[in-house]
């Protein structure tokens, strides 16, 4: 039997909530409940709750395993089965299925949209579906414009609602706007969860500039998926969107026919980007560099240099380091001169050149060197970026820890959570 200090409790506020074990350890982070049908005469059953646990893999915990729950943790017992949640059948996920959904009103008097579902504790132990807090809208008024029309939010019985479309999940564009401040790697993740429909229904809601940062952090072959089933025109501004050296190996999974198409479309200097990348062999430092890292000459000052390295866009690890070159500052730029990092610029006055604290010792990276040499030469001097030089001295990029982690790591990494 089931305890807990609360008999009765909305999901949305379990969601996000630790789930500890009796001992005090962690395991994970509550994402959702798992309800059952028993028919129309009966409210929906709660059979478990799935829980996030470290590598982001999605497990499920029986409520027979649920010990407690309070506002602030939930507190599981015994041993949980780590293998991978896959949603049955006859399941329903209350946040990612319940939410947002279409009721009517048995008694004729309106409709309205489900915002969260109270759960309560029956005197045997047993967990059920009790209410729902609906946002309701006045009789005359659409299900489409529920959000203009006039409307107020009700408690009401699971007894004195209809669902309409019980079946439908939840809409793209409410699952898009819920999920607006997820990580992009976090927003990946949810995708992957999902079957390849649902995964392109979402894909195609987001906005090119979300798409793209969300791509970046998907196994290969779903990013094929989603940019083959959006159009040429689209896929190339999505690809525009991306960093050059994703876009580029994202690219190389296409073939050759789509792949020229697609540069073709994209705007000349982002397509200009990508070519360079795709030039190098595979494995090699130029293959898997960033061409767009921060540039500047020996004349600009520090202050100079911190504003640059200061833009949102990007990464901490290209934002670890200031490259210095002589003009022209596009890749591949004049000479090469060196670096300064970011520690460099913290410590020196905002009016100082930056010729005046160049790290000269730090040899850059050749552009056909492997791999295993970039990333020995960043563990040697435990760097995070490294700039990368042309046979000419002249920097065509640079690489980052992050750009190596990608091709290290096995293949289908980013599918074992």
């Not at 959702?32 to 409210?43: A, E, L, M």
């Not at 893999?57 to 599981?76: G, L, W």
């Not at 009790?130 to 107020?152: C, I, K, M, T, W």
């Not at 009016?351 to 990276?365: C, F, R, S």
Request: hydrophobic share 40%; aromatic share 4%; proline share 6%.
């Amino acid at each position: 039997m089931v305890s807990s200090t609360v008999s009765k409790i909305f999901v949305a506020r379990l969601l996000g909530l630790d789930v500890f074990d009796p001992l005090g350890d962690r395991l994970g982070r509550l994402r959702d409940v798992v309800v059952v049908s028993r028919g129309p005469k009966k409210s929906e059953s709660c059979v478990g709750v799935v829980v996030e646990v470290p590598g982001k893999r999605r497990v499920f915990v029986p409520m027979t395993r649920i010990q407690s729950m309070e506002a602030n943790q939930i507190i599981c017992s015994g041993l949980v089965n780590m293998r991978r949640f896959q949603q049955r059948g006859a399941e329903t996920l209350i946040a990612a299925e319940i939410f947002d959904r279409k009721i009517a009103f048995r008694d004729g008097t309106g409709h309205g949209v489900v915002e969260d579902v109270g759960l309560i504790q029956t005197r045997m132990g047993d967990w059920e579906v009790n209410e729902y807090f609906v946002q309701r809208a006045e009789p005359g008024s659409s299900l489409l414009g529920l959000r203009r029309n006039r409307r107020h939010r009700v408690l009401v019985s699971w007894e004195q609602v209809i669902p309409v479309g019980a079946h439908e999940p939840q809409s793209a564009d409410t699952f898009v706007a819920a999920h607006d401040e997820m990580k992009p790697a976090d927003f990946a993740d949810a995708l992957h969860e999902m079957n390849a429909k649902r995964r392109l229904e979402i894909a195609a809601h987001l906005q090119d500039d979300r798409l793209a940062d969300v791509l970046q952090e998907m196994p290969d072959r779903e990013q094929v998926q989603i940019l083959s089933a959006l159009g040429l025109e689209r896929a190339a501004d999505v690809l525009e969107e991306m960093d050059p050296d994703d876009a580029a190996d994202l690219l190389g999974e296409l073939n050759e026919d789509t792949k020229v198409q697609l540069l073709d479309m994209m705007s000349k200097e982002e397509a200009d980007d990508v070519r360079r990348l795709l030039a190098y062999p595979e494995g090699t430092a130029g293959s898997v560099m960033t061409p767009v890292p921060v540039i500047l000459t020996p004349e600009s000052t520090v202050a100079e240099a911190l504003a640059a390295v200061r833009r949102e866009e990007l990464s901490p690890a290209l934002a670890s380091a200031v490259y210095v070159v002589r003009p022209p500052l596009e890749t591949p730029t004049g000479k090469y001169l060196g670096a300064v990092h970011i520690q460099a610029l913290l410590r020196a006055a905002p009016p100082e050149p930056l010729g005046d604290i160049l790290d000269k010792e730090l040899e850059p990276i050749p552009d056909n060197a492997s791999v295993s040499e970039v990333v020995r030469h960043l563990a040697t001097y435990n760097l995070t970026s490294l700039g990368v030089v042309n046979s000419d001295g002249r920097l065509v990029g640079a690489i980052t820890v992050d750009d190596v982690l990608d091709h290290l790591l096995p293949e289908d990494w980013r599918s074992q959570h």
